[in-house]
C-alpha cells in the first residue's frame, strides 16, 4: 500500500517531469534525496528520517527537525556537498506543498542552516588540457570520434546529458554554434572554436558514417554498433585518455566543464557571458569559479613577481 507521502512525492515527480521539465537524473536525485535508497546502502532519505522520529505530518517539520536531520546525515559521514544538495531539494519540494495548497504554513521558509563549505572545483591546466585533447589517434573511426568529443566538451563547457542528446541538427558548423536544451528544457547557443569545429568536421564526415553503418540515428555521438552514445561510455573515454596522457586527476566530463569555465576567465572573460555559455540560471552557481581563477593568480603571482618570492624565502628562513 502506498503510504501519504510517497502519494505526494508522485505528484511533486509529477509536477518536476512536466512543468520544470526535469531530467532524469534530477528526478533520479530527489528520489534518493527524499525517499531514500531502498535498494541498497544506510538510511539517508528525509522520509526515511521523518519516519525514524515518527513524524507523521509533513507541516510538523521545523527548524528544528531539520537541524537534527543535518545532524543525522553528518553522523553518518554523509559529506557536506551532498547534504547541501539534500536541502535544496527538502525546500524545493515544501515550495510545491506551499504552490498546491497541500500544506497551510511552510516552517521551513525561514529555517537558517548551518553554512556548508563549498568544495572548489577541479580543473585541468592548459598543458593538461592538451594531452587529453591529443590522446586519441585520429587514423580510427573511434579515434575521430573521441578527439572531436574531447574537443567539444571543452571548447562548449556542455554537460554530459547535453552531449549525449545531442543530435545533427544542433550542430552548426557554417557559424560554429552548438544549440541544446539544458536544465529545466531551457535553450541556449553555445560557441565553439575553429580546433573544435573541424575535429567534429572529420568525425562527421568521415568517422561517424563508418561507425553509423547501415543503422539509422540522429545522434552526433555513435558508439561502435550505430547507437547513441551512453553516459557511462563517454566517463570511460574520457578516464581511458587520461591514462594514455598520464594525468594524475580523476578525469569526467564535469571536470572538462570546470576546465572551460576556469580557462575562460583566466583568459579575462566576462562573468556574465561565462554564466550564459554554462547555462547557469544564478551567477552564483558561475561565481565559484571566480574563487579558481584568483587562486590560480596567486600562485602565478606568487612564483613570478621578484618581491613575492623575495618575502617567501625570508618567511622560509625564519
Do not use: C
Request: hydrophobic letters at 35%.
Amino acid at each position: 500500500m502506498i503510504s501519504p507521502m510517497q502519494k505526494l512525492f508522485n505528484k511533486y515527480i509529477n509536477y518536476l517531469e512536466a512543468e520544470r521539465g526535469a531530467s532524469p537524473y534530477t528526478v533520479r536525485n530527489y528520489t534518493n534525496d527524499l525517499l531514500g535508497n531502498y535498494a541498497r546502502g544506510a538510511e539517508r532519505g528525509f522520509f526515511q528520517f521523518l519516519r525514524q522520529k515518527k513524524i507523521n505530518s509533513l507541516e510538523e517539520v521545523d527548524k528544528h527537525v531539520l537541524r537534527d536531520y543535518i545532524s543525522w546525515l553528518m553522523d553518518q559521514g554523509v559529506v557536506k556537498p551532498s547534504i547541501a544538495r539534500k536541502l535544496s531539494a527538502i525546500r524545493s519540494f515544501y515550495r510545491y506543498l506551499m504552490r498546491e495548497e497541500i500544506i497551510s504554513t511552510n516552517l521551513l521558509e525561514k529555517a537558517s542552516t548551518p553554512k556548508l563549505d563549498r568544495r572548489l572545483p577541479s580543473f585541468l591546466s592548459v598543458e593538461e588540457t592538451v594531452r587529453l585533447l591529443e590522446a586519441p589517434d585520429p587514423a580510427t573511426p573511434q579515434g575521430q570520434r573521441d578527439r572531436a568529443l574531447l574537443e567539444l566538451l571543452y571548447a562548449s563547457g556542455l554537460r554530459v546529458s547535453e552531449l549525449v542528446n545531442l543530435d545533427l541538427e544542433q550542430v552548426n558548423l557554417n557559424t560554429n554554434e552548438v544549440r541544446v536544451w539544458g536544465k529545466g528544457s531551457k535553450e541556449r547557443v553555445t560557441l565553439i572554436g575553429e580546433p573544435a569545429a573541424r575535429m567534429l568536421s572529420t568525425y562527421l564526415s568521415q568517422g561517424r558514417p563508418e561507425l553509423q553503418g547501415k543503422k539509422r540515428s540522429s545522434a552526433v555521438f555513435l558508439n561502435r554498433y550505430g547507437g547513441r552514445l551512453p553516459t557511462r561510455r563517454i566517463q570511460k573515454i574520457l578516464e581511458k585518455y587520461a591514462n594514455v596522457a598520464n594525468i594524475d586527476k580523476r578525469v569526467h566530463p564535469h571536470l572538462l566543464r570546470h576546465t572551460f569555465a576556469t580557462h575562460l576567465l583566466d583568459g579575462g572573460a566576462d562573468l556574465r557571458v561565462v554564466q550564459e555559455l554554462l547555462g547557469h540560471a544564478q551567477l552564483s552557481s558561475t561565481q565559484i569559479y571566480t574563487h579558481v581563477s584568483q587562486s590560480q593568480a596567486k600562485k602565478i603571482y606568487l612564483s613570478a613577481h621578484p618581491m613575492a618570492q623575495k618575502r617567501d624565502n625570508e618567511l622560509e628562513d625564519k
